[in-house]
């Protein structure tokens, strides 16, 4: 009999270049198992934190600050034989707990990156059958799944694979994080509940990133002042690290404040905020690419055009503020 927790796979969901990472993806549809709308609150959270909070540097803390407020905890299980992993699998799934696989995009004998790239991953695992060695996993690698995407840039589906080679992708990424001291050495995460939410809908996020979130503690600003740091090398792949975290997801950012319930002036303020949206933006990516430019070329810029673009994004980030602000209706 086969064991499977309801998932939902937010068809309409987001994709990693303006949602979150590989890695971070899974635990945001996973965590909507507990509550549908979840799956937009961490999301929420998970782009301000990374952009005006004091957490984005310690992966394991700045999850679980977002998971507590609606009451889950994103536990990491120690797994070190295969036949505690298969245990745990079947244990959390009977507990109704989703369960985060973390895992090296080599590993995926499913993926066009199968023995290949050499980069961190996770997929949700959410069913077992009692009487066959079957493991379901839900993951978006897909080689060539044949099929037209609901979303192009992050589609999930359903695989069902044998234990076996549920603990050989286990084993094979392992190694490499063993070998790299990754923190994800050994571990299984699950998602469980521990307590009720805090969250009473769209506008209380809004109001808590309002009040507890300020523009003059800028992410971004922080790493402009360090840009002589990137290296012609790799500027590509820190540049499109950037995008990922302070460009691409400001979008979702203005999708959670348009589900705010406004009574007053709804269409007008709609309007005004979707015009600032394209305005902010486009100054995200014009000081991004601008970077992009100058560090491809050899150029490395002086200290006082660094100082005045990092104070030009905090000024950026004080106007989006304000313009929330007056959205809420919070301005006299």
Known sequence: MLISLPINYYANGYAVADGASCVDLPIAVASGLYDYENYYYFLFYHVIENNWGNHSNDWFYKLNYILNK??????????????????????????????????????????????????????????????????????????????????????????????????????????????????????????????????????????????????????????????????NKNADIVFEGLRRTFYGPIKLLFDIFEKASISLDDSKKKLTLEKFKSEYMDYRNGVISKLQADILRGKKLDKVTIQNLANNIILKDRELFLHVKDYMGLLN
């Open 70 to 231: 609606m009451g889950l905890v994103l536990k990491a299980n120690e797994v070190d034989t295969s036949d505690k992993l298969i245990s745990l699998i079947k244990q959390n799934i009977d507990n109704q707990c989703p369960i985060i696989l973390p895992v090296n995009y080599s590993s995926l004998f499913y993926s066009g990156n199968y023995l290949e790239f050499d980069g961190s991953h996770s997929f949700i695992i959410s069913a077992y059958d009692t009487d066959k060695p079957i493991i379901g996993i839900i993951d978006s690698n897909f080689a060539d799944h044949g099929l037209k995407l609901v979303n192009e840039g992050y589609t999930l589906y359903k695989l069902y694979i044998k234990h076996d080679m549920i603990v050989d992708i286990w084993s094979y990424s392992n190694a490499i994080f063993s070998k790299n001291k990754s923190f994800f050495n050994n571990k299984l995460f699950s998602i469980e509940k521990f307590d009720q939410t805090s969250i009473t809908g769209y506008n209380a996020i809004i109001l808590d990133f309002l009040k507890n979130y300020s523009a003059d503690k800028s992410n971004f600003a922080d790493i402009i002042m360090n840009n002589n740091t990137i290296e």
